[in-house]
């Protein structure tokens, strides 16, 4: 047992050790930037998808602990329309454009799913700016949260899809949000936001948003979290068909306090998260994490 034990640790770290250039787990408590590492890591494909899951999941343990679900935070709680001035005809398809299968959050090889809703704007000229209504449009928060990451200088010559974002973790479902193809962001990590809050506003950026047959949209993705912290995306069309429509966004209050708390989290003793593939033990006293592939044996 102990052999092989042994045996997997060093096979995982010489997997680990092929990898160029080699990915080490963070030592970092500061889970914004290790948020938005992973997601670059991910997008450049510096990451193996089995790598990118641990590191996801350690993130998410800390989120969920941090921000367990309160009575003050219902889950049945209704969102707010994440378009200003906006209706349910925006929503793409009739709600009908999402579609999550062959999904994998941690493999950018993997392509072709669209586990999201586009919601437009009338923008026949592609100038982002509403024609209907001559203004931009804002995007606010569906709930409450905590912005874990933006994207914010994203040109025309970057290549990866989502051009300027936000993901932001919902404190009612314990899931993430991602609100893509913005121009503008006018958020900053470690903030918290409510209802209605601005995020941006509806742009282009984005490898297909650019493109002249796209059409000006938002792209909107939740993912929940399951007990192993996997993320899946949800078809939350019924919450935006009874979600609550605003005329106006509100600004998001910076709360330093909340900032500086969040990036200081004390280590915490030896835990097991469990997994599909394999049993991951997170050590925080030395803040390492080792993967043993044992799936089938465990010791309690
Ligand atoms: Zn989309």
Same mark, same amino acid.
């Given at each position: 047992?102990?052999?092989?034990?042994?045996?997997?640790?060093?096979?995982?770290?010489?997997?680990?050790?092929?990898?160029?250039?080699?990915?080490?787990?963070?030592?970092?408590?500061?889970?914004?930037?290790?948020?938005?590492?992973?997601?670059?890591?991910?997008?450049?494909?510096?990451?193996?998808?089995?790598?990118?899951?641990?590191?996801?999941?350690?993130?998410?343990?800390?989120?969920?602990?941090?921000?367990?679900?309160?009575?003050?935070?219902? #889950?049945d709680?209704?969102?707010?329309?994440?378009?200003?001035?906006?209706s349910?005809?925006?929503?793409?398809?009739?709600?009908?454009?999402?579609?999550?299968?062959k999904?994998?959050?941690?493999? +950018?090889?993997?392509?072709?799913?669209?586990?999201? +809703?586009?919601?437009?704007?009338f923008?026949?000229? +592609?100038?982002?700016?509403?024609?209907?209504?001559?203004e931009?449009?804002? @995007?606010?928060? @569906?709930? +409450?949260?905590?912005?874990?990451?933006?994207?914010?200088?994203?040109?025309?010559?970057?290549?990866?899809?989502?051009?300027?974002? @936000?993901?932001?973790?919902?404190?009612?479902?314990?899931?993430?949000?991602? %609100? #893509?193809h913005?121009?503008?962001? /006018?958020?900053?990590?470690?903030?918290?936001?409510?209802p209605?809050?601005?995020?941006?506003? /509806?742009?282009?950026?984005?490898?297909?948003?650019?493109?002249?047959?796209?059409?000006?949209?938002?792209?909107?993705?939740?993912?929940e979290?399951?007990?192993?912290?996997?993320?899946?995306p /949800?078809? %939350?069309?019924?919450?935006?068909?009874?979600?609550?429509?605003? $005329?106006?966004? $509100?600004? #998001?209050e910076?709360?330093?306090?909340?900032?500086?708390?969040?990036?200081?989290i004390?280590?915490?003793?030896?835990?097991?998260?469990?997994?599909?593939?394999?049993?991951?033990k997170?050590?925080?006293?030395?803040?390492?994490?080792?993967?043993?592939?044992?799936?089938?044996?465990?010791?309690?």
């Amino acid at each position: 047992m102990l052999l092989n034990i042994l045996f997997s640790f060093f096979s995982i770290l010489s997997i680990k050790s092929d990898i160029s250039p080699a990915f080490t787990f963070s030592n970092e408590t500061d889970y914004l930037s290790r948020y938005k590492n992973l997601l670059i890591d991910i997008r450049e494909e510096k990451i193996s998808p089995i790598e990118a899951e641990m590191e996801f999941k350690s993130i998410m343990r800390f989120l969920k602990e941090e921000f367990p679900n309160s009575e003050k935070y219902r #889950a049945d709680q209704e969102i707010v329309f994440p378009l200003i001035k906006s209706s349910i005809s925006a929503v793409g398809g009739k709600g009908r454009g999402f579609y999550d299968r062959k999904y994998n959050m941690f493999d +950018h090889a993997v392509t072709g799913s669209h586990p999201a +809703h586009d919601i437009f704007i009338f923008d026949p000229d +592609h100038d982002c700016i509403d024609n209907r209504k001559n203004e931009y449009v804002d @995007v606010v928060s @569906v709930s +409450h949260g905590i912005v874990l990451a933006v994207e914010k200088d994203w040109t025309d010559s970057s290549d990866y899809r989502g051009g300027n974002y @936000v993901w932001v973790y919902d404190f009612e479902r314990g899931g993430l949000w991602y %609100y #893509a193809h913005e121009r503008k962001v /006018v958020v900053v990590p470690g903030q918290i936001v409510q209802p209605g809050n601005k995020l941006g506003e /509806v742009g282009r950026t984005g490898f297909n948003a650019l493109n002249k047959r796209s059409d000006t949209h938002l792209h909107l993705m939740f993912l929940e979290l399951d007990e192993t912290f996997y993320p899946w995306p /949800v078809n %939350y069309y019924e919450w935006l068909k009874n979600a609550e429509f605003l $005329t106006k966004s $509100t600004k #998001a209050e910076i709360l330093k306090r909340d900032i500086l708390k969040i990036n200081r989290i004390r280590p915490k003793s030896l835990k097991r998260i469990e997994t599909k593939q394999y049993n991951l033990k997170v050590d925080y006293k030395k803040k390492t994490e080792i993967a043993l592939d044992l799936p089938r044996k465990r010791r309690r």
